[in-house]
Every structure is written in C-alpha cells, then in structure tokens.
C-alpha cells in the first residue's frame, strides 16, 4: 500500500511538472508573438486600488480585468486582496462627565492589487477612459 501511494504521488509530481512545463512554453509563445525576445524584460503594470466599502472595489476589480482582457495583455494577476485596514476612533459620550462611557467607531479601507504583464498603449488608452465607481482611489506603478 505504501509503495502504491508512492507510486501514486511521484505521478502526481511528474504531471505538474509536466503542467508547468506546458505553461511555461505556453507563456514563451506568447510573449514571442506579441514581439518580445527571450532575455528581454516585459513591461508591467500595478494597479492598486483602496476604498471604504467593498462592494464598489470588486466592480472596479471587474471593470479593469475586463479592459485588460479585451485588449490581449499577458495573463494579468489578480485581484489579489490585501489587508483591510482599520482606523478605531474613540470619542467620550458626554463632553463633561462619564469619562467611563466611551463610543467606539472605525473606517475599513479595504484594498486590491492587480499585476498586468505585457502592457500595450491600447491598454494604458483603454484604462484611462474607463468610468470607474465613485470613492474607488486609484495608484498605477509602471
């Protein structure tokens, strides 16, 4: 049974080494089509986005993977979620007396990261005009 289950894995250890494998030429392919010699380096393009409430930050998240994959980049990475911030505020209830009742209040900034390889100029065009929803803070590294 322990030689089976050996057997076993060293398969499962061949065939992702043969997957990544595949997706390693998968990706040298593409980046020879799109004009980019082995040793040369692939233009990149973070995109980090923050803002107080979720909801609107996921629908820019979709909003942007939707450009980035219309106009043919190379396998954009993300969103990937980074942590949420809290800011705790603690305000006395009565300006004068009851030092001991105390209100607590905070601000989430929830935060996003995408990494998109093989940047063109129809991207970096398509990105600029794009609406996206308000209070959604935008920060582009190249």
Known sequence: AHEARAALAARE??????????????????LSAKGYAGDEAVPSLWIKLRCYSA???DEACDAIMDVVQATGCLGPRGPAFLPTKRRIFCVLRSPHVNKDSREHFEIRTHQRVIEIKGVTSQTIDSLMALDLPAGVDVEVKL
């Not at 992702?16 to 494998?21: L, N």
């Not at 390693?24 to 593409?30: N, P």
Request: aromatic share 0%; no cysteine.
């Open 55 to 57: 909801p609107p930050l």
């Open 13 to 30: 250890l061949q065939a992702d080494a043969a997957a990544a494998q595949a997706q390693h030429e998968s990706r040298r392919a593409d």
